[in-house]
Structures are given as C-alpha cells and as structure tokens.
C-alpha cells in the first residue's frame, strides 16, 4: 500500500521518512566535516557542494513530504499512548517537518548572500540559482546563524525522536517502530 490508511503508514510515507531521516543525518555529520580549518581547501569545496545537493535534495524531499501529508489519510495515533505522548508526538513531527525545510531554505540564503558569489551545481549538474537576496556580509552572517542553530535543533530534535521511538520499542515494547519500518504488521 503507498498511501496511507487510517490504521497504517503507507510505503510512501515511510520511503519519505526514512529518506529524509538518512540525508539529514549525513548532512549534519558533512556539516561538522567540512568547516575544520585543516581541510584540503579543494576537497573543501567539494564538501560545500555535496552539502548544498544533499540539502536542496531534503528540501525538495521535505516539501513533498508535507505534501504528501496533507493528500493522504491521517494516519491515527499508535495505541496506548498516553494524551501527553500524542500532543508531544504530534508538536515534534510538525517541528522535524518545519525545520527540514527551513535549514536547507537558510543554507540557500548563505549562498544567496555571500559576497563570493560561489554557484551552488546540483551534483555538479544543475546550476541552481541564487534566491534574490541582497549580497552582503552581514546577510551572509546572519543566515549562517539562522542556519546553524536550526541544524543544532533539528539534530537534537531527531535525537529526541529517535530516542523516544526506541523507548517504545525496548522498555514499552508497543511495536511502535514498526509503524514506520512496514506498512504492514509483523507476525506475532
């Protein structure tokens, strides 16, 4: 099944989630890598594009994935899970949604601003146009650090999310991680 029920995630969903999930945690790993100082400054700028491809690529993944969400069934809460669990599952997937749009929409406001004018190619295929952003250093600053702290929340975001998923799965042992591993129950 690729869309959703009411009692299941779809493949869709689930390809979609885990697509992202994976991209964004190389690309927080590639983020850490390629601004040390004692980097090759030519397999540096190799890294910045890799960076700037995944991160368009997340932030094409990320809008079909609300897409996706808005156009399928709502997919109801996982059984016994408590009123607080569902309102704090609920507000982290809508963040973990926001901000993987957002960090890759920054990254290219970094590039948009820079005084260097460095064109972002598409694994080195597709010339991506700059947004129509004033160039200045002081944009450049400021949408680097609107770009790093998203990255830093999204990063503990995603730990909180995997940490919770994985207390389900160990301690409360409810199957929860199924949900977004099959679309389809496993055996008993």
Same mark, same amino acid.
């Given at each position: ?9 779809? #493949?869709? &969903?689930? =390809?979609?989630? +885990?697509?992202? /999930? ?28 890799? !960076?700037? #491809?995944?991160?368009?690529?997340? $932030? ?10 808005? &156009?399928?069934?709502? &997919?109801?809460?996982?059984?016994? $899970? ?10 982290? !997937?809508?963040? =973990?949604?926001?901000?993987?749009? /957002?960090?890759?929409?920054?990254? *290219? ?7 260097? /004018? ?24 400021? +949408?680097? &650090?609107? !770009? ?11 730990? =909180? !999310? ?14 929860? =991680? *199924?949900?977004?591993?099959? #679309? ?5």
């Amino acid at each position: 099944m690729i869309g959703n029920s009411r009692e299941r995630f779809g #493949s869709g &969903t689930i =390809l979609l989630h +885990w697509l992202i /999930a994976v991209l964004m945690v190389g690309l927080i790993a590639l983020g850490f890598v390629m601004v040390r100082m004692e980097i090759d400054p030519g397999l540096q700028f190799s890294l910045y594009q890799w !960076h700037k #491809s995944f991160g368009l690529t997340v $932030l094409a993944l990320a809008l079909l994935r609300i897409f996706w969400r808005l &156009t399928n069934a709502k &997919t109801a809460a996982a059984p016994g $899970l408590s009123g607080m669990e569902i309102r704090a599952a609920w507000l982290a !997937h809508r963040l =973990l949604l926001v901000l993987s749009v /957002a960090v890759p929409l920054a990254g *290219w406001a970094i590039a948009s601003t820079s005084t260097l /004018a460095i064109p972002t190619l598409l694994f080195d295929r597709v010339l991506i146009p700059h947004l129509p952003m004033q160039k200045s250093s002081e944009a450049e600053v400021m +949408w680097t &650090t609107v !770009h790093l702290v998203c990255a830093y929340g999204l990063a503990a975001l995603v730990l =909180l !999310h995997a940490a919770a998923t994985l207390y389900h799965q160990l301690f409360k042992r409810d199957r929860l =991680l *199924w949900r977004m591993i099959r #679309s389809k129950e496993p055996s008993q």
